[in-house]
Nanobody
Framework: QVQPVESGGGLVQPGGSLRLSCAAS????????VGWFRQAPGKEREFVAA????????EYGDSVKGRFTISRDNAKNTVYLQMNSLRPEDTAVYYC?????????????WGQGTQVTVSS
């Protein structure tokens, strides 16, 4: 079992950048596929990006392609989400989640979320 913990959220101006981190204790976190999701007030949760345990496979939601990059450092048990060219519509609570296998559709473990606000 793993417990993801997100950090790095905050207030940023449009066009700016932020890097979110998702860390988890336990040696097994490095063997999990990890995804980032977001939820804005009054909206459904949206898939942002995902990465396989090795980092060899990644995927992105259409709204963030070309602007966000997911990566991981398994030595540090941490997954990152680099967010560039941020827009007001990127404002949301961002969640990190983990699942045992890349092909699984369900994420078993979720963090508490970190707020990202894009505003001038």
């Amino acid at each position: 079992q793993v417990q993801p913990v997100e950090s790095g959220g905050g207030l940023v101006q449009p066009g700016g950048s932020l890097r979110l981190s998702c860390a988890a204790s336990g040696r097994t976190f490095s063997s999990y596929s990890v995804g980032w999701f977001r939820q804005a007030p009054g909206k459904e949760r949206e898939f942002v990006a995902a990465i396989s345990w090795s980092g060899g496979s990644t995927e992105y939601g259409d709204s963030v392609k070309g602007r966000f990059t997911i990566s991981r450092d398994n030595a540090k048990n941490t997954v990152y989400l680099q967010m560039n060219s941020l827009r007001p519509e990127d404002t949301a609570v961002y969640y990190c989640a983990a699942k045992p296998f890349w092909r699984d559709r369900t994420y078993n473990y979720w963090g508490q979320g970190t707020q990202v606000t894009v505003s001038s």
